[in-house]
């Protein structure tokens, strides 16, 4: 564990005493301080006050790095640390990537999207095309009756085609 957002601090010292340290990092949109309309891309801790140091506590040195700057203690058991399990730290590295990009948020449902109407409506399985959104509803155009008809029905009874 980190002192509060000493994170990064932590795991440069570790790195300068020889450890491999690793930080999982997620992007994060983040209001600018000043000019509060402005919002910039940030780079966050997955898991604040937490970072992942490699060593073998049998038989490595690690009580140094508790006296380590930013490190404010060890996960432990007693008087030894917990090991992660297998597998755990290298599945965070291999989503490295997916986290570090920020992606734009996309509604559930958009004006074009296909969709399918499902329990709770009488027109129960028919296909149509989303013509209007509101808040909890959504116009959906479907061939009904040899022509095509605007429908009104609440989004938790469209499903994506």
């Known amino acids: 564990m980190s002192h509060p957002q000493a994170e990064r601090r932590a795991a440069q010292h570790l790195d300068r005493q020889g450890y491999q340290a690793y930080l999982p990092l997620l992007a994060v949109r983040q209001r600018d301080r000043v000019v509060r309309s402005m919002w910039h891309a940030v780079q966050v801790p997955l898991f604040p006050r937490y970072l992942f140091v490699r060593f073998d506590a049998t038989r490595d040195p690690w009580r140094p790095v508790l006296h380590t700057l ?8 007693g008087n030894l640390p917990i090991a992660c399990p297998d597998g755990a730290v290298e599945a965070l590295v291999a989503t490295e990537d997916g986290r570090r990009t920020l992606e734009a948020p996309r509604a559930l449902y958009a004006p074009g999207d296909a969709v399918s109407l499902g329990a709770g409506t009488a027109l129960e399985g028919h296909q149509g095309v989303i013509v209007k959104l509101r808040r909890s509803t959504a116009s959906v155009a479907i061939l009904l009756l040899g022509g095509l008809r605007q429908v009104t029905v609440p989004l938790d009874a469209l499903h994506r085609l």
Not at 70 to 77: D, E, F, K, P, T
């Open 70 to 77: 930013g490190v404010a203690s060890l996960v432990r058991v």
